[in-house]
């Protein structure tokens, strides 16, 4: 089975991180590690994360950053060093809040393992009948909104570039996180415009998917507030601009 690195960008999360889940899904599957990366928490996340790595220490790596640089940053910084130990196959990004739950994780796998030309799977929280969305009403209709401008933006088809539940083949790390992003909030979508860049708008079609999700849901201490969501038009035009004229 191929080794997977699964990072996981931390801010504050001292009484939302779910230890003892990650802990049980690594040890269940053993060619799965979590990297967890401390973005300059100022609570317990450090000491809670290098206890995590105490109990586990074949499977859960620590990274901390000296300060808070946004989670774009962390799970850039967190994915370029999974990438520098040369010893994963693929590599991918996961919420803290695990309102995505880790047992998603293979249904993602599944798509790279199934198809070589697929090298990106996204989940998507797809409301549908089967599964178990429990998405907030007003968030939802922004998050329509928001995809609804995200794939005008990249000219590609896309429901959910949003969810924080991603996972893609090693060798893409440096194309898809070698530089810095242009938002802090945004970098999903800006993945997809570097990859966009890299292969054509064709080669994207075949080589991203985006999977439904079975489960998920709002967990409560989120991050984005009202300033990064009116922030985002702005962000988006930054993406247009720096990504569209190339």
Not at 76 to 95: E, N, P, S, T
Not at 119 to 137: F, Q, T, V, Y
Not at 219 to 242: C, D, W
Request: glycine share 8%; net charge neutral.
């Amino acid at each position: 089975m191929p080794e997977v690195c699964l990072v996981v960008p931390c801010y504050n999360e001292a009484d939302r991180l779910e230890g003892d889940v990650v802990l049980a899904f690594a040890g269940a599957h053993p060619a799965y590690h979590v990297c967890f990366v401390n973005d300059g928490s100022g609570d317990g996340t450090a000491a809670m994360i290098d206890a995590l790595k105490a109990r586990d220490p074949a499977r859960i790596q620590t990274l901390h950053l000296a300060r808070n640089g946004g989670k774009a940053e962390a799970v850039r910084q967190g994915v370029l060093h999974a990438a520098a130990a040369k010893r994963f196959d693929v590599i991918g990004y996961w919420d803290a809040d695990l309102s995505t739950p880790l047992d998603e994780l293979p249904t993602l796998l599944a798509e790279l393992d199934a198809d070589p030309r697929c090298l990106l799977a996204m989940g998507a929280r797809l409301k549908r009948l089967g599964s178990r969305i429990d998405r907030h009403g007003a968030r939802h209709v922004l998050g329509r909104v928001f995809a609804t401008a995200a794939s005008l933006i990249l000219d590609l088809p896309v429901y959910d570039s949003q969810c924080g539940a991603k996972v893609f083949r090693a060798a893409l790390a440096d194309v898809l996180f070698g530089e810095p992003f242009s938002t802090p909030w945004l970098f999903d979508v800006e993945l997809l415009a570097r990859l966009r860049n890299h292969l054509g708008k064709e080669g994207v079609l075949d080589a991203v998917v985006e999977v439904p999700l079975r489960q998920w849901r709002d967990v409560g201490g989120s991050k984005l507030g009202p300033m990064q969501m009116a922030a985002a038009p702005a962000g988006l035009m930054r993406i247009y601009r720096r990504y569209n004229s190339r």
